[in-house]
């Protein structure tokens, strides 16, 4: 799922949250008002890296797998500790 950026224009609060590319927030997280936009951002581009050419076929998708898993691992661990009411 692509991460988003929001900015609440009532608390002046900015975030970042995953989800599908169909949904889109309205209330703020924070204060709970419907006054959240959001922000475009940068996209990522993967450029070659300095004597990467001996490189072995396949490293840098590994590499950023193994980028994208540590992500993963502190997304989940920071729901959890969410409170769903």
Do not use: W
């Amino acid at each position: 799922m692509p991460k988003y950026q929001y900015f609440c224009e009532s608390c002046k609060t900015g975030f970042e949250i995953l989800h599908s590319i169909k949904e889109s927030l309205e209330k703020c997280e924070a204060c709970s008002e419907l006054t959240l936009r959001r922000v475009p951002s940068i996209p990522t581009y993967l450029t070659k890296k300095e004597g990467e050419d001996q490189a072995e076929v396949g490293s840098l998708v590994e590499e950023y797998i193994e980028k994208n898993r540590e992500e993963l691992k502190k997304e989940k661990k920071k729901l959890k500790e969410v409170e769903y009411k």
